[in-house]
């Protein structure tokens, strides 16, 4: 079996990571950044975005694991006190592997043919690069509303803790098929009205934003942003691609949010 492993780079993630692979090395596993079966990330949920960045071509054959060394982690929910148990559990292979949905997003512009397809883990937001946002919304090419206000944010199911929580989204357990968009500070009033809720889409629906006006805009995907110029229309939908992980035990969802956000005393 060949492993890789993922540092955030300080200095207890250095230390684990020279520890997992000697031990993983000494059970006979091949370090192999190129194909690895099992790719660990040591670090937060940050590192995991950016081990998942890194092999989102090669999703099908990769199961990803992850190690906190901060704060109890959505991805990372590994202790560091854990590593011998953890390299003992991938070495045997005693492990399952769970997948979770994520978002394809579809940049469409003004002037060329092929869109610019992305995979988001977390969430693709859309701002504008200096104004108002003002965006048609379209569901299942049915003109839903134009919205007018910082931006918008499109998130999956394991994204739903993070940014999106954040916009006041609700949390949906990465069981189900769905993809939620939230609104950034909307204008309200007489003239201007958005929905002003967030909205969970089924895996079968389709969301597009067109520009009124400006076509420039400011797209993240997870940790990533960049300036699209000259858009057409950004498409979401829940990919046909998965994210897997690699499980050794039940630590069901719904623990990791309450550990997280409201009390992790019982499990730290
Ligand atoms: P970052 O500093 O790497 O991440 C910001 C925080 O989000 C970190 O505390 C990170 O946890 C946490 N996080 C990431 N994924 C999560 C998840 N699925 N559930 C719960 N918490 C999660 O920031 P970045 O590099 O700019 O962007 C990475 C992510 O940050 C984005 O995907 C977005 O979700 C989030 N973000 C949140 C807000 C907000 O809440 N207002 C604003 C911008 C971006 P770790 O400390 O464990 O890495």
Redesign the pocket.
Known sequence: MKFYIISRSDKLSNELMATARNYLEDFGMEWNEESPDVVLSI?????L?HAFHKYSEKLADVAFVGI?T??L????DWKPIEIEKLVLSIAKKEYEVIEYPLLEVSIHYQNLEEPAVYLAL??STVKSPDVTLVMDVFLNEHHFERFRGDGLCMSTP??S???N??LGGAIIHPSLQAMQLTEMASINNRVFRTVGSPLVLPGHHRCALRPVKAPDFMV?I??LQLLHKDVKSIEYRVAYEKVRFARFRAFPFWQRVHD?FIDSELSD
């Open positions: 670090g937060g949920d940050g590192t975005l906190h901060g704060h982690g959505f991805y990372a977390n969430e394991s994204g803790t993070a940014y929580k954040a993240t997870d940790h997280s």
